[in-house]
């Protein structure tokens, strides 16, 4: 189990949106965020946080409402 970090993942409608579009799947954005946290680097956008799997990249807030949700605010492949 994690000792920090978010346990649970809410999504916004955009993010869900751009999942779809990039044809990414909730589930591997969702454990990019949960094994990824202790890897975030700050994100100077809209976003509190950014973590990159391969060319995905997620930006995220954590925490968001408790310390156990994060919520995905936007996502993009880097080309």
């Given amino acids: 189990m994690r000792a920090h970090g978010p346990l649970a993942v809410l999504w916004t ?3 869900l949106v751009k999942a779809q579009l990039l044809a990414v799947t ?3 954005v969702e ?3 949960l094994d990824g946290h202790g890897r975030r ?3 100077a956008r809209a976003a509190d946080w950014r973590v990159q799997v ?3 990249v997620v930006a995220y807030n954590y925490p968001e409402g408790d310390e156990l ?3 995905v605010v936007t996502l ?3 080309g």
């Fill in 31 to 33: 454990d990019a965020i």
């Fill in 69 to 71: 949700t994060a919520l």
């Fill in 26 to 28: 909730r589930l591997d």
């Fill in 13 to 15: 409608d955009h993010a």
């Fill in 76 to 78: 993009w492949r880097r």
């Fill in 54 to 56: 391969g060319r995905l």
């Fill in 41 to 43: 680097t700050r994100n």
